[in-house]
């Protein structure tokens, strides 16, 4: 494991590659807001590091490297459900933290994962569906910005935020990995992994630079 991937899994609770995801809840406000917090500072970390830490980075492949972003999404998406709508602005520090991490994710994702297997005919539903459903959480996203993050409707729409993206993390775990996992090759999948770490980083700086 790279220190990268090393410092994304203290950003989350311990969970074995493989392992069910931790149930949303199970932690107490202070264990979810500290990996929460974790996570942030992960992102910070990474958007400003060096180019040449991911590309001197140890070999991971490209599932060990998805679910270390999984991880992040999961904990900031515990932590933004429970702010209360007195305090709009760490609401809306949170969101950030998980729109940011969204869009980078989804970004080196689409390129390092999807445009591969949509090379190959067991691909396309698989590729299809996950590009749909990014675009789902984009436009979600892009509803959420238009409405007070003191309000109700705010964390009526971040709820099905979190929702959704739980629901697209756990399928993609649970059923794109293993169909990738039949057309990728051994050095296919650790080249890729690569490729994303470095892409992913790219895109944090490149966003988080849009503010
Ligand atoms: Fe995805
Ligand atoms: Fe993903």
Excluded: N
């Excluded at 994962?113 to 892009?142: C, F, I, K």
């Amino acid at each position: 494991m790279t220190d990268r991937l090393a410092r994304a899994a203290t950003a989350t609770p311990p969970t074995p590659p493989g392992a069910p995801p931790t149930p949303a809840g199970a932690l107490s406000d202070g264990r979810a807001s500290a990996s929460a917090q974790a996570a942030q500072d992960h992102l910070v970390r990474i958007a400003t590091s060096a180019p040449r830490r991911a590309a001197t980075a140890a070999p991971v492949s490209i599932y060990d490297a998805l679910r270390a972003s999984h991880e992040i999404q999961r904990a900031l998406c515990r932590q933004i459900v429970r702010i209360p709508g007195s305090r709009p602005d760490k609401r809306l520090a949170v969101f950030k933290s998980l729109k940011l991490e969204l869009a980078a994710h989804e970004a080196a994702e689409e390129r390092f994962l999807y445009v591969p297997m949509l090379m190959h005919d067991t691909g396309l539903d698989p590729s299809r569906h996950a590009l749909h459903e990014h675009h789902q959480m984009d436009e979600m996203v892009e509803d959420i910005e238009a409405l007070a993050p003191e309000g109700d409707a705010w964390m009526a729409h971040v709820k099905a935020l979190a929702h959704k993206v739980r629901h697209h993390l756990d399928e993609e775990e649970h059923k794109f990995f293993q169909a990738s996992g039949k057309i990728l090759s051994e050095t296919q999948k650790l080249t890729l992994g690569r490729r994303y770490l470095r892409d992913h980083a790219r895109m944090l700086r490149v966003l988080a630079g849009k503010g």
